[in-house]
């Protein structure tokens, strides 16, 4: 796991490793999200993948994996913005076995999945974190003060990532990591919730 200053420096981390691993650094996501200053800086090129109620349209992420070869997709398991929509079980499935076969990983960004009563199926769960990198915030759930977030992943990319974020930020805020450390030692944080 590695600490970062929320889950947009997690994007731009892994939008950067990606621009430097990948011959064809492509984003396959859904259309708007993820449109931000840090990937364009990494010079990701982002396609859009639709979506519907229960999650990515599976036959549109195939034909994009099929023509664009990406490296990554990104989605939300759990509230996407804008729809609101979460994954179900056939269509979590579904995007880790298209995934798998054409050989890209995917990319969980998931700053609900600690809500009580949150619906849909965490992507990192079902896969045990082989082929999904799961990004998390704190930013939702505790405070939108607290920049703090964590990029759980396969140790292989982790490291990449931890040797990555030495570079280019040195540390996350030690500040906001103890206090969320302390929140979720002493059951606060699950109080909180």
């Not at 490793?17 to 492509?26: M, Q």
């Not at 349209?57 to 994009?64: M, P, Q, T």
């Not at 929509?85 to 499935?93: F, N, P, V």
């Amino acid at each position: 796991m590695v600490t970062t200053f929320g889950a947009n420096h997690a994007r731009y981390d892994q939008s950067a490793a990606i621009s430097r691993a990948a011959e064809n650094p492509c984003w396959s996501m859904i259309p708007g999200i993820i449109r931000s200053s840090p990937l364009k800086f990494a010079q990701v090129r982002q396609v859009g993948v639709r979506r519907g109620p229960q999650g990515p349209d599976l036959d549109d992420l195939r034909a994009c994996a099929e023509r664009e070869r990406p490296a990554f997709f990104f989605t939300q398991s759990h509230a996407q913005n804008p729809t609101g929509g979460s994954i179900d079980l056939a269509h979590a499935h579904g995007v880790l076995q298209i995934a798998e076969t054409h050989g890209f990983r995917v990319v969980d960004d998931d700053p609900f999945v600690d809500l009580p009563g949150a619906r849909g199926v965490p992507l990192a769960a079902l896969d045990q974190l082989r082929n999904v990198i799961f990004v998390g915030s704190f930013s939702k759930t505790v405070s939108a003060s607290f920049r703090s977030g964590y990029i759980a992943a396969a140790s292989d990319i982790v490291d990449e990532l931890a040797e990555l974020k030495m570079i280019t930020a040195v540390n996350s805020s030690r500040f906001s990591e103890l206090m969320i450390a302390d929140m979720m030692t002493s059951r606060r944080y699950d109080k909180h919730l």
